[in-house]
Every structure is written in structure tokens, then in C-alpha cells.
């Protein structure tokens, strides 16, 4: 409580106490027009009644002297980041704004937000893909216009996200077409206690085929923990199709297989999710889902831009669509199902 009492006064407070948007307030901080005298008066009287000083952030709302997006993140690594962030910088750098990138680290994620409100920064778009970075979009400061990307619904933010649930549902759906009679899951690691959308979505096609649901294999962002959840895949015997969180998850798998003495697509299909540029390229080539991530960030720079107009965007979650790519790992499986190896 006592942290709360001595917090300084923020844009928000200022409107709250004079009954306005933090628009109004921040309009009325740089003189700028369109605000009644009456208005005014209620403004400034708030400001010195609370002892309020406008930081920076604020000021760079309303004047556009500050022209800094700060896109915050805790891996630029993965392809699916590194791919929203490119379509970012190249929209705002459309829009005349700038790009700043802010990685989190567990430690260090309070120091960095804080530097977050005392910066120049016209707005935030936050790749919320995991635990620390969800907890970082709500700790933000309340005057910084804020656009989430990705990850869970987040109902406090404009958000825009690829509808990667209706994509693993639909590669399911295919392995399951092809007469697999089931599709096993190696899971990417989740922001909540939720699943990730791509296991919810394998999790539809094959509920809605009467399937029983195998236990999904957890893997964490390294190929490594795929090749350990492949190794247990292929030790099983009964396995023909896998559906891989991601492709980098998938290629571990497919070594794991080989190192077990199996084929894919002979012995087990496996789709990946992605697309990553190299994908194309294996032996055999992936199977996968592919996501447009540059039009995400692309996404997310037009709802931020229109908070900055004052307005809110219509609608608040923007979701970009996927699309299956078939190639040469996935096939029908070998005649008489189960398969043995040495």
C-alpha cells in the first residue's frame, strides 16, 4: 500500500479527478486547441491539486514530438518474432515513426519497464507469447498506448494475432484424411494456464472426429526438447502422424526418428507450424502451417496508430489467417499400421 501512496500522479489520474479522457489532459498539458475554457480550467486545476508533472510519453502522445515505438519482446530469435518484427519496422517506418526493441529478462523486466515510462515513446507493441511478456503488457504505463501481438486474448489491449487454433485444427484434419488414425502433438510452451491455441486446434479436429486425444508431448522453443519428445514418439511402435508446435520443434522430431532407424514420411508423417524460409528446403521438405507474421506486425502498427488518433480501433482483435502447405513429409500410412524398427 505504501508503494501505491507515494506513486507519483499519472496522465490517468489527472482525468479521473477533472472528469475528461487522458486526451483531454494531454491536449490541455501542450496547449494544444479543441478543448473548452471551462475544460481547460477543470484540467490545470486537477494538475496542481494532484502536483502532476507530464513525462514525456505523455507529451509525445498529442504533440508527436516523440516518433519512438517500442516493441517489446523476450526473444527476437525465433523465427516467428524476428518475422513480426521486420513487418513492424517497416510499417512504422510508413507511418514516420521509429522502432526501438526492448528484450525482457526475468530479473531485469521491472527496470526495463520502468525505463519504459520515463522514454519519449509515442506507444508499445508487446509480442505476448509467453508468461514474462504477458505480465510485462499488463505492467505497462496506463497513459502508453499499448497493442498486444499474438499469444491469449487479451481484453485490456487492441490486439492483433494469427488464427493459429483454425490452423493446427486443419492440419489435423489432414493427417486424419489421409487415414492416420490418430495425430500425436509435441506442444510449444504456453503464456498461461491455458494450452496454446495449436494444441486447442488439434485438440477440435479430433474431438470432432471421436477420436480419443493423446497426451500432447510438452517441449520448450529448443529443437532439442523436440528430439527428446521424438525419441519417445518413435520408442512407442503405434505412432503414424505428428502435428510439431512449431517447424523448429518438427526438425528435432524428424532426427529423433531417423536416429530410431524411421522414415518420414514412410513410417511417421509430421506437419510442422511456421514456415520458416529452410522448410522448403529439407529432405524431406515440411509440411507446415503458414503464417504470415509480417502482416501481424504490419496489424498491429495500424491499431496503435489509431489509439494514437484518439480512437478505438474496429475491430480490437485482428486476426490474420492461415494456410496448410503440403509437401513431401506427410503421406498415408504404410499397410498394417504399426511398424517395427531395430
Sequence with gaps: MSSQRHRPPAITDVARAAGVSYQTVSRVVNNMPRVKPETRERVLAAIRELGYRPNAAARALVTGRGSTIAVVTTNTTLYGAASTIEGVEAAARLAGYTVSIVVLEERKGADLLAQLGRQPLVGAIVLSHDQLSVRALRRLPADLPAVAVGGARTPGHPQATLDDRLGAADA??????????????????????????????????????????????????????????????????????????????????????????????????????????????????????????????????????????????????QIVNTTLIVRESTAPPRLGGARTHG
Aim: hydrophobic residues 40%; negative net charge.
Design 172 to 317: 489435423t484434419r489432414y493427417l486424419l484424411g489421409l487415414g492416420h488414425g490418430t495425430v500425436h502433438h509435441i506442444a510449444i510452451p504456453v503464456s498461461g494456464p491455458r494450452p496454446s491455441p495449436r494444441e486447442l486446434g488439434w485438440r477440435d479436429a479430433l474431438a470432432e472426429a471421436g477420436i480419443p486425444i493423446p497426451e500432447p508431448l510438452q517441449a520448450s522453443w529448443h529443437p532439442r526438447s523436440a528430439y527428446e519428445a521424438g525419441l519417445v514418439l518413435a520408442d512407442r511402435g503405434d505412432v503414424t502422424a505428428v502435428l510439431a508446435g512449431n517447424d523448429e520443434l518438427a526438425t528435432g522430431a524428424i532426427r529423433a526418428f531417423h536416429d530410431r532407424g524411421l522414415s518420414v514420411p514412410r513410417d511417421i508423417s509430421i506437419i510442422g507450424f511456421d514456415d520458416e524460409p529452410t522448410t522448403e528446403f529439407l529432405v524431406p521438405s515440411l509440411t507446415t502451417v503458414r503464417q504470415d507474421f509480417g502482416a501481424i506486425g504490419r496489424r498491429s502498427v495500424e491499431l496503435l496508430t489509431t489509439l494514437l488518433k484518439g480512437e478505438q480501433p474496429t475491430p480490437r482483435t
